[in-house]
T-cell receptor, first 109, second 113 residues
């Protein structure tokens, strides 16, 4: 069964054009939801952990939010260097980390 | 603080052979998890080790195995390689078992011919 679904699969933005990436999940007991950034040929880089609905975290141009069914990664005024694949992962109590397929973001100058 | 290191970075093997990949976690991290990443299946969990014990296992055949040493370094082994085993194998470390923040290494790119 699909526990983590990310949308869109790919997103093209102009530099400065803000947007959001979505991660919807279905787990019975959420221990944590994680966002990672992955550049081509490299391992994922940890960005955020969210634990409970209503929680928000920010880092530079990125802001992650969490509800009971989904998380959003908001990108404000993106730059070309924000281009990467953004991965969402869900950690269910007593279970392993399950990753979504990712959203490929391309920011053009 | 040094990050997670993985060796080798690239590997080419023939069907039927076996391979061993190595991972050194961040100093002080006691948990190591392994993942397989392919274009079609994305990132899939293989197993997690903590204090030299396998704590959790994904849905992979028994040809995939691993171990962890007393210094937290970990190895994974794939026996009787198949073409479908070609992938990027990623290792991630965290402070404790089921660790919330996992830090990934650069991966080992395995190509099976």
């Amino acid at each position: 069964e699909d526990q983590v679904t990310q949308s869109p699969e790919a997103l093209r933005l102009q530099e400065g054009e803000s947007s959001s990436l979505n991660c919807s999940y279905t787990v019975s007991g959420l221990r944590g939801l994680f966002w990672y950034r992955q550049d081509p040929g490299k391992g994922p880089e940890f960005l955020f952990t969210l634990y409970s609905a209503g929680e928000e975290k920010e880092k530079e141009r990125l802001k992650a939010t969490l509800t009971k069914k989904e998380s959003f990664l908001h990108i404000t005024a993106p730059k070309p260097e924000d281009s990467a694949t953004y991965l969402c992962a869900v950690h269910e109590y007593g279970n392993k980390l399950v990753f979504g397929a990712g959203t490929i973001l391309r920011v053009k100058s | 603080k040094a990050g997670v290191t993985q060796t080798p970075r690239y590997l080419i093997k023939t069907r039927g052979q076996q391979v061993t990949l190595s991972c050194s976690p961040i100093s002080g991290h006691r948990s190591v998890s392994w993942y397989q990443q392919t274009p079609g299946q994305g990132l899939q969990f293989l197993f997690e080790y903590f204090s030299e014990t396998q704590r959790n296992k994904g849905n992979f055949p028994g040809r995939f195995s691993g171990r962890q040493f007393s210094n937290s370094r970990s190895e994974m082994n794939v026996s009787t390689l198949e073409l479908g085993d070609s992938a990027l194998y990623l290792c991630a470390s965290s402070l404790d078992a089921g660790g919330d923040e996992q830090y990934f290494g650069p991966g080992t790119r395995l190509t099976v011919t």
